[in-house]
């Protein structure tokens, strides 16, 4: 058992800090929680302590006030037997698992190259559009089973607890995650396709128009079109370079061979060569395409898609969907590298929510003094402090936490450790 003793001040400062925020602010217990796996990450230690469960109200509240979690998650699934080992022994108990989403800016194209602030806004744009273009009017999920939290991190997270999910399957949930994703959508499929008469008289001939769906028309039909609208636009309000930059990465999550000479030539044609302008208007209010060359209009279709595309990042996150075993962090919960609350939302909260002010629920005082172990910034509320290598930083107590937490800063003073909070 890992004691106060065994502590660095850093951990010390941080678990009491913990401890003082679950001693007034317990995470909301979870449907159907005594049903539910607990694991959790114990301060100064690596190791995760899984297959735990909670009886009743009691049981749930000591995981906190007792164990004081650096991070906690609880399973999706629902067990008859949660604290139950072997996992292939547990398994037999399975009685449904709620349907999760975990986006997260490190698999979104481009973010990479985001500050951090940026990279929080970029991520919750996609996933509005998850719950917006997606759950609600393509799945008929109903709002009041749209439970979202942001995750503490660099990310939200999304549970779907419409019990008429519970049982779907691994293989169903891979089809809901490949739907979202555009896996296996052929853009050019989704053209209309008329025939019209074209060239001056007497030199008439046929062809064939590619015409883009309406904006209205179901699922990702009506997508396609729409992104392709949001994304003319946006890239109009980009410089060149920011444009083409994002054509490219796009094009490259997209997997058509693009490098940025193709891209930067789109760019050209949508806007720079003559009759640029006269392409977006036919495109934009017509839906018209053959205006740009083959390999263009499909790659530009391609692209368009992959727009429009929710990222739930490969490796990462996707599997957090189709695993009907999976943990995810317990919402309402501190996040124990950020120490920022994972904090529940509404759908009307979504939007002007700011993480970086909304979800700093440590207090301000008393100020701590820490010393950076690197150069680097901190903003947070109100608050934003540059500082170099070695410096020490005199901060709200928020603030040097969040330093704390994500190994930026380290307490040399030892009577900082110790300040009443």
Not at 244 to 262: F, M, Q
């Amino acid at each position: 058992m890992i004691t106060m003793a065994d502590m660095s001040p850093r951990e010390m400062f941080l678990k009491r800090a913990f401890q003082r925020f679950y001693s007034k602010s317990l995470p909301p217990p979870p449907l159907r929680f005594t049903l539910r796996e607990y694991a959790y990450f114990p301060f100064n230690s690596n190791m995760m302590i899984r297959h735990l469960s909670v009886r009743n109200l009691d049981d749930y509240k000591t995981l906190y006030l007792q164990k004081v979690p650096r991070h906690v998650y609880y399973s999706s699934a629902f067990y008859r037997r949660p604290d139950q080992q072997p996992m292939e022994e547990k398994i037999k108990g399975w009685l449904g698992a709620e349907l999760i989403f975990d986006l997260d800016s490190d698999h979104i194209p481009g973010a990479e190259n985001l500050p951090y602030p940026e990279q929080l806004k970029e991520v919750k744009r996609f996933f509005v559009r998850l719950i917006d273009e997606f759950m609600i009017p393509d799945f008929g999920i109903d709002e009041k089973y749209l439970k979202i939290n942001f995750s503490g991190g660099r990310g939200y997270h999304l549970h779907v607890i419409d019990p008429a999910l519970f049982t779907l399957d691994s293989h169903q949930r891979r089809e809901i995650v490949d739907y979202i994703t555009g896996k296996g959508i052929d853009p050019e499929a989704l053209l209309h396709r008329k025939r019209r008469r074209v060239g001056r008289r007497g030199y008439e001939k046929d062809v064939e128009v590619y015409y883009l769906p309406s904006k209205d028309s179901w699922g990702w039909s009506g997508k396609l079109r729409r992104a392709a609208e949001d994304f003319m636009k946006e890239l109009g309000e980009s410089d060149e370079e920011d444009a083409v930059e994002e054509i490219y990465e796009l094009a490259k999550s997209a997997g058509i061979g693009w490098g940025r000479r193709r891209a930067e030539r789109l760019y050209e044609m949508l806007f720079l060569t003559p009759g640029a302008s006269m392409r977006r208007r036919k495109m934009l209010e017509e839906g018209v395409l053959d205006t740009l060359p083959d390999q263009y209009r499909k790659g530009l279709l391609h692209v368009v898609r992959e727009y429009s595309a929710v990222h739930l990042g490969g490796e990462t996150d996707e599997p957090v969907t189709t695993d009907t075993k999976r943990i995810i962090r317990v919402p309402g919960s501190l996040h124990g590298k950020s120490t920022l609350l994972a904090k529940p939302l509404t759908l009307e909260e979504l939007e002007p929510f700011d993480p970086l002010s909304d979800a700093v629920v440590l207090p301000e005082s008393p100020e701590v003094v820490v010393r950076a172990v690197r150069r680097g910034t901190v903003a947070l509320k109100d608050v934003k402090v540059s500082f170099e290598e070695g410096e020490e930083v005199p901060l709200p107590f928020y603030a040097a936490a969040f330093l704390l937490g994500t190994g930026m800063a380290v307490l040399e003073r030892e009577e900082e450790v110790h300040k009443k909070i």
